[in-house]
C-alpha cells in the first residue's frame, strides 16, 4: 500500500506504472497485490524512488472474494 502526497503526484505516478510494469494489480487506488515474494522489489523501489515509510509491504494469507484476482495472475 502506498500514501505518497499530493505534492509528489509525479513520483506517485513513477511507483503506479513501476507497480503496473512488474504485474500487480490495484486492489484500491492505492492498494495493490501480487501474489508472489516481492519484498526485496519494494525495498529497492523504496530506496529508488526515496519514499520511505510512504510505502507500506504487507504478506496477507487471505483475501475475501479474491476469485477475479486468481484469474487474473493465472492462479485458478
Same mark, same amino acid.
Given at each position: 500500500? @502506498?500514501?505518497?502526497? =499530493?505534492?509528489?503526484?509525479? %513520483?506517485r =505516478?513513477?511507483?503506479?506504472?513501476? %507497480?503496473?510494469?512488474?504485474?500487480?494489480?490495484?486492489?484500491?487506488?492505492?492498494?495493490?497485490?501480487?501474489?508472489?515474494?516481492c519484498? =526485496?522489489?519494494?525495498?529497492?523501489l523504496?530506496?529508488? @524512488?526515496?519514499?520511505?515509510?510512504?510505502?507500506?509491504?504487507?504478506?496477507?494469507?487471505?483475501? =475475501?472474494?479474491?476469485?477475479?484476482?486468481?484469474?487474473?495472475?493465472? %492462479?485458478?
Amino acid at each position: 500500500i @502506498f500514501d505518497i502526497p =499530493e505534492k509528489r503526484k509525479g %513520483l506517485r =505516478e513513477k511507483v503506479r506504472h513501476t %507497480l503496473i510494469a512488474v504485474g500487480f494489480k490495484r486492489l484500491q487506488d492505492s492498494v495493490w497485490i501480487y501474489p508472489h515474494d516481492c519484498e =526485496e522489489l519494494i525495498t529497492l523501489l523504496k530506496a529508488d @524512488f526515496k519514499i520511505g515509510k510512504d510505502v507500506l509491504y504487507m504478506i496477507v494469507d487471505t483475501l =475475501e472474494y479474491d476469485t477475479p484476482f486468481r484469474k487474473e495472475f493465472g %492462479l485458478a
